[in-house]
């Protein structure tokens, strides 16, 4: 269809993303995003990551309504919706200019489903994604930080900790460091889940970048 083909030329190259935005595209694609049948959903979600390379897409992006609607798809969508939905709210965290995103994602409900999302296990490409998504929210966010291990992130990210691949257990260790931050209550709660110990195996046995992140959360 349609939106596929939009979603593949957003792919190819900036030219195409500037086009497709100066076209009028954004605000159709958010309507899909709610109101178009399930065969458009993820194809509309992947166009907008596609889209959300740049501050200034990520803000239209933003304006035009597409969280909410990108929260509801990572809550109820099937597998891969719920992966598409999180690569484009990972985009809007990650290449927004400022903090002004990444709180409008937090405040519209995305934590919980987030790190529902690490313990799927009939999903890992997504969940690996949602610590990607989660340390882009939990920067410099001291509220985010606090919510996150509220819903429940820390022994999720112990276990990768412990069982995860070597991206895995770099990516999870950042979080767990991220979430550490300035906050006595989360330290606890870190120190408590055994993470401690997994950290220092890894400190041990882990890859150099792994060994790296180990010594900086610990």
């Keep these: 269809g349609s939106v596929e083909v939009l979603g593949n030329l957003a792919n190819v190259s900036d030219l195409f993303q500037r086009?497709?935005?100066d076209a009028g595209?954004?605000?159709p694609l958010v309507r899909l995003l709610s109101m178009g049948n399930n065969r458009c959903k993820k194809p509309a979600a992947a166009t907008l990551t596609h889209l959300a390379h740049y501050h200034k897409n990520c803000v239209l992006i933003a304006q035009a309504g597409a969280v909410q609607p990108l929260v509801k798809l990572l809550i109820s969508g099937n597998h891969g919706e719920k992966a598409q939905a999180v690569a484009a709210l990972g985009h809007l965290?990650?290449?927004?200019?400022?903090d002004d995103n990444r709180v409008l994602i937090a405040n519209a409900g995305a934590v919980e489903p987030l790190v529902r999302l690490m313990t799927d296990s009939n999903g890992r490409a997504a969940a690996?994604?949602?610590?990607w998504v989660l340390i882009k929210l939990a920067e410099d966010n001291a509220d985010t930080r606090a919510a996150t291990v509220r819903a429940g992130a820390v022994e999720p990210l112990v276990h990768l900790v412990r069982t995860g691949d070597a991206r895995e257990k770099l990516q999870a260790a950042r979080v767990l460091g991220t979430l550490a931050t300035n906050n006595n209550d989360n330290k606890v709660a870190i120190a408590g889940s055994k993470a401690i110990r997994k950290?220092?195996?890894?400190?041990?046995?882990g890859c150099v970048?792994?060994?790296s992140q180990a010594a900086q959360t610990l």
């Excluded at 965290?93 to 400022?98: L, M, R, V, W």
């Excluded at 690996?128 to 610590?131: C, D, G, H, K």
């Excluded at 950290?199 to 046995?205: D, I, P, S, T």
């Design 19 to 21: 086009l497709i935005v």
């Design 25 to 27: 595209a954004v605000k």
């Design 93 to 98: 965290a990650k290449y927004s200019n400022d």
């Design 128 to 131: 690996w994604l949602a610590v």
């Design 199 to 205: 950290l220092v195996q890894m400190l041990r046995a």
């Design 209 to 211: 970048d792994g060994k």
